[in-house]
Protein backbone atom coordinates (compact mmCIF):
# COMPACT_ATOMS: atom_id res chain seq x y z
CA UNK A 1 0.00 0.00 0.00
CA UNK A 2 0.77 3.91 -0.78
CA UNK A 3 1.99 6.19 1.95
CA UNK A 4 3.02 9.20 2.50
CA UNK A 5 5.48 11.16 5.24
CA UNK A 6 5.79 14.92 5.27
CA UNK A 7 8.60 15.93 7.41
CA UNK A 8 7.89 18.89 9.93
CA UNK A 9 4.25 19.47 11.17
CA UNK A 10 4.71 23.00 11.42
CA UNK A 11 6.85 25.00 9.12
CA UNK A 12 7.88 29.00 10.60
CA UNK A 13 8.83 31.75 7.30
CA UNK A 14 8.91 35.04 7.06
CA UNK A 15 6.95 36.97 4.35
CA UNK A 16 8.64 36.83 1.20
CA UNK A 17 11.27 33.91 2.53
CA UNK A 18 11.32 30.80 0.41
CA UNK A 19 8.68 28.73 1.52
CA UNK A 20 9.10 24.41 1.17
CA UNK A 21 7.54 21.65 2.66
CA UNK A 22 8.57 18.21 2.17
CA UNK A 23 6.90 15.12 1.16
CA UNK A 24 7.90 11.98 0.25
CA UNK A 25 6.21 8.63 -0.73
CA UNK A 26 6.19 4.91 -0.55
CA UNK A 27 4.68 3.02 -3.51
CA UNK A 28 5.10 -0.15 -5.64
CA UNK A 29 3.70 1.85 -8.72
CA UNK A 30 3.80 4.86 -10.61
CA UNK A 31 2.24 7.35 -7.93
CA UNK A 32 0.08 9.76 -8.86
CA UNK A 33 0.28 12.67 -6.43
CA UNK A 34 -1.16 15.51 -5.05
CA UNK A 35 -0.81 18.50 -2.66
CA UNK A 36 -3.83 20.21 -0.91
CA UNK A 37 -4.38 23.35 0.81
CA UNK A 38 -6.85 23.65 4.02
CA UNK A 39 -7.67 26.99 5.02
CA UNK A 40 -9.54 27.44 8.99
CA UNK A 41 -13.15 25.59 9.03
CA UNK A 42 -12.83 25.06 5.27
CA UNK A 43 -12.71 22.02 3.34
CA UNK A 44 -9.40 20.99 1.05
CA UNK A 45 -8.10 23.04 -2.05
CA UNK A 46 -6.05 21.17 -4.54
CA UNK A 47 -2.96 23.35 -5.52
CA UNK A 48 -1.31 21.04 -8.27
CA UNK A 49 -0.95 17.15 -8.80
CA UNK A 50 1.13 15.00 -10.84
CA UNK A 51 0.05 12.39 -13.26
CA UNK A 52 3.26 11.29 -14.96
CA UNK A 53 3.58 14.21 -17.37
CA UNK A 54 5.99 16.82 -16.68
CA UNK A 55 8.06 16.32 -13.23
CA UNK A 56 8.01 19.93 -12.57
CA UNK A 57 4.38 20.74 -11.90
CA UNK A 58 2.92 24.63 -11.17
CA UNK A 59 -0.03 25.01 -9.82
CA UNK A 60 -1.76 28.19 -7.86
CA UNK A 61 -1.02 30.87 -6.27
CA UNK A 62 2.49 30.69 -7.37
CA UNK A 63 3.35 26.71 -5.34
CA UNK A 64 5.25 24.52 -7.30
CA UNK A 65 6.65 21.07 -6.88
CA UNK A 66 8.71 18.42 -8.23
CA UNK A 67 8.82 15.20 -9.04
CA UNK A 68 11.78 13.20 -8.17
CA UNK A 69 10.96 9.81 -8.81
CA UNK A 70 14.96 8.61 -7.25
CA UNK A 71 14.22 10.52 -4.22
CA UNK A 72 10.94 9.36 -4.01
CA UNK A 73 10.09 13.06 -2.73
CA UNK A 74 6.93 15.51 -4.34
CA UNK A 75 8.20 18.67 -2.38
CA UNK A 76 5.88 21.84 -2.49
CA UNK A 77 7.89 25.31 -3.52
CA UNK A 78 6.82 28.72 -3.48
CA UNK A 79 9.63 31.26 -4.17
CA UNK A 80 8.25 34.17 -2.14
CA UNK A 81 5.44 33.63 0.84
CA UNK A 82 2.25 35.65 1.62
CA UNK A 83 0.83 35.89 4.92
CA UNK A 84 -2.32 34.83 2.91
CA UNK A 85 -0.17 31.52 2.48
CA UNK A 86 -1.28 30.82 6.33
CA UNK A 87 -2.66 27.27 6.28
CA UNK A 88 -2.29 24.00 6.57
CA UNK A 89 -0.94 21.63 3.79
CA UNK A 90 -1.40 17.90 3.28
CA UNK A 91 0.60 15.71 0.29
CA UNK A 92 -1.18 12.84 -0.83
CA UNK A 93 -0.74 9.72 -3.35
CA UNK A 94 -3.40 8.25 -4.99
CA UNK A 95 -3.96 3.98 -4.80
CA UNK A 96 -3.25 1.34 -6.71
CA UNK A 97 -5.66 0.87 -10.00
CA UNK A 98 -7.48 -1.84 -9.55
CA UNK A 99 -8.67 -0.38 -5.92
CA UNK A 100 -11.24 2.54 -5.50
CA UNK A 101 -9.24 5.87 -6.17
CA UNK A 102 -8.99 7.11 -3.00
CA UNK A 103 -6.44 9.02 -1.87
CA UNK A 104 -3.80 8.30 1.26
CA UNK A 105 -2.63 11.86 2.99
CA UNK A 106 0.40 12.59 4.90
CA UNK A 107 -0.43 13.87 8.47
CA UNK A 108 -0.11 17.83 7.10
CA UNK A 109 1.90 20.33 7.80
CA UNK A 110 0.82 24.02 9.09
CA UNK A 111 2.63 26.89 7.53
CA UNK A 112 2.73 30.02 9.70
CA UNK A 113 4.04 33.75 7.75
CA UNK A 114 5.65 35.91 9.95
CA UNK A 115 5.50 39.69 8.93
CA UNK B 1 -20.85 27.80 -8.73
CA UNK B 2 -22.30 24.55 -7.21
CA UNK B 3 -19.25 23.01 -5.02
CA UNK B 4 -20.01 20.23 -2.75
CA UNK B 5 -21.81 21.03 0.10
CA UNK B 6 -22.37 19.24 3.33
CA UNK B 7 -24.51 19.53 6.31
CA UNK B 8 -25.11 20.29 8.97
CA UNK B 9 -21.69 21.66 9.48
CA UNK B 10 -21.87 21.23 13.22
CA UNK B 11 -23.19 18.72 14.89
CA UNK B 12 -23.21 17.60 18.78
CA UNK B 13 -24.62 13.93 19.47
CA UNK B 14 -24.70 12.69 23.20
CA UNK B 15 -22.93 9.27 23.61
CA UNK B 16 -24.63 6.43 22.12
CA UNK B 17 -27.13 8.48 19.53
CA UNK B 18 -27.54 7.89 15.87
CA UNK B 19 -26.20 10.89 13.33
CA UNK B 20 -26.75 11.03 9.65
CA UNK B 21 -24.49 13.25 7.43
CA UNK B 22 -25.50 14.54 3.98
CA UNK B 23 -22.82 15.07 1.45
CA UNK B 24 -24.46 16.62 -2.28
CA UNK B 25 -21.64 16.45 -4.67
CA UNK B 26 -20.93 18.47 -7.76
CA UNK B 27 -23.70 17.77 -10.44
CA UNK B 28 -22.60 14.90 -13.39
CA UNK B 29 -19.76 13.79 -10.52
CA UNK B 30 -19.65 9.87 -10.80
CA UNK B 31 -17.24 9.26 -8.15
CA UNK B 32 -17.60 9.89 -3.93
CA UNK B 33 -15.98 9.75 -1.47
CA UNK B 34 -15.93 10.12 2.47
CA UNK B 35 -13.16 10.93 5.06
CA UNK B 36 -12.45 11.29 8.35
CA UNK B 37 -10.21 13.88 9.55
CA UNK B 38 -9.34 13.91 13.22
CA UNK B 39 -7.52 16.62 14.98
CA UNK B 40 -3.72 17.53 13.74
CA UNK B 41 -4.24 14.64 11.59
CA UNK B 42 -4.64 14.44 8.01
CA UNK B 43 -7.78 12.86 6.46
CA UNK B 44 -8.19 9.18 6.03
CA UNK B 45 -10.37 7.12 3.31
CA UNK B 46 -13.70 5.75 4.72
CA UNK B 47 -15.69 4.70 1.42
CA UNK B 48 -16.24 5.44 -2.02
CA UNK B 49 -18.85 4.78 -4.23
CA UNK B 50 -19.08 5.45 -7.94
CA UNK B 51 -22.29 6.08 -9.17
CA UNK B 52 -25.08 4.40 -6.81
CA UNK B 53 -22.51 1.34 -6.24
CA UNK B 54 -20.29 0.77 -2.87
CA UNK B 55 -16.73 -0.11 -4.64
CA UNK B 56 -14.74 0.03 -1.19
CA UNK B 57 -15.98 0.21 2.27
CA UNK B 58 -12.60 -0.75 3.93
CA UNK B 59 -11.89 2.21 5.56
CA UNK B 60 -14.77 2.11 7.38
CA UNK B 61 -14.30 1.69 11.48
CA UNK B 62 -16.58 -0.59 12.27
CA UNK B 63 -20.05 -2.06 11.80
CA UNK B 64 -21.60 1.33 13.41
CA UNK B 65 -20.75 3.03 10.49
CA UNK B 66 -22.74 2.74 7.54
CA UNK B 67 -22.80 5.06 4.12
CA UNK B 68 -25.31 5.26 0.73
CA UNK B 69 -25.82 6.66 -2.14
CA UNK B 70 -28.99 5.31 -3.78
CA UNK B 71 -29.81 7.40 -6.75
CA UNK B 72 -25.82 7.93 -7.27
CA UNK B 73 -25.90 11.64 -6.50
CA UNK B 74 -26.57 12.81 -2.83
CA UNK B 75 -24.99 10.37 -0.05
CA UNK B 76 -25.51 10.01 3.62
CA UNK B 77 -23.35 8.44 6.11
CA UNK B 78 -24.57 7.11 8.89
CA UNK B 79 -23.11 6.50 12.45
CA UNK B 80 -25.10 4.39 14.68
CA UNK B 81 -24.41 4.40 18.88
CA UNK B 82 -21.69 7.06 18.60
CA UNK B 83 -18.76 6.83 20.79
CA UNK B 84 -16.20 9.34 21.76
CA UNK B 85 -13.80 8.19 19.27
CA UNK B 86 -15.87 9.05 16.42
CA UNK B 87 -15.62 13.14 17.15
CA UNK B 88 -13.88 14.13 14.11
CA UNK B 89 -14.42 16.16 11.07
CA UNK B 90 -16.21 14.37 8.19
CA UNK B 91 -15.18 15.21 4.69
CA UNK B 92 -16.82 14.56 1.23
CA UNK B 93 -15.31 14.35 -2.10
CA UNK B 94 -16.67 13.71 -6.17
CA UNK B 95 -14.68 13.29 -8.79
CA UNK B 96 -15.90 13.74 -12.70
CA UNK B 97 -14.94 10.08 -14.09
CA UNK B 98 -13.49 7.94 -11.40
CA UNK B 99 -9.72 7.90 -12.36
CA UNK B 100 -6.35 8.19 -10.56
CA UNK B 101 -5.76 11.11 -12.01
CA UNK B 102 -9.20 13.30 -11.61
CA UNK B 103 -8.62 15.90 -8.89
CA UNK B 104 -11.41 15.52 -6.15
CA UNK B 105 -13.27 18.26 -4.94
CA UNK B 106 -13.99 18.45 -1.20
CA UNK B 107 -16.70 19.87 0.14
CA UNK B 108 -16.35 22.07 3.79
CA UNK B 109 -16.99 19.21 6.19
CA UNK B 110 -19.43 18.37 9.30
CA UNK B 111 -17.42 18.82 12.89
CA UNK B 112 -19.29 16.25 14.81
CA UNK B 113 -18.48 16.23 18.59
CA UNK B 114 -20.07 13.35 20.57
CA UNK B 115 -19.91 14.24 24.48
Known amino acids: AQSVTQLGSHVSVSEGALVLLRCNYSSSVPPYLFWYVQYPNQGLQLLLKYTSAATLVKGINGFEAEFKKSETSFHLTKPSAHMSDAAEYFCAVSEMPGGSEKLVFGKGTKLTVNP | GAGVSQSPRYKVAKRGQDVALRCDPI?????LFWYQQALGQGPEFLTY????????KSGLPSDRFFAERPEGSVSTLKIQRTQQEDSAVYLC?????????????FGPGTRLTVL
Open chain 2, 27 to 31: SGHVS
Open chain 2, 49 to 56: FQNEAQLD
Open chain 2, 93 to 105: ASSPQGMRTDTQY
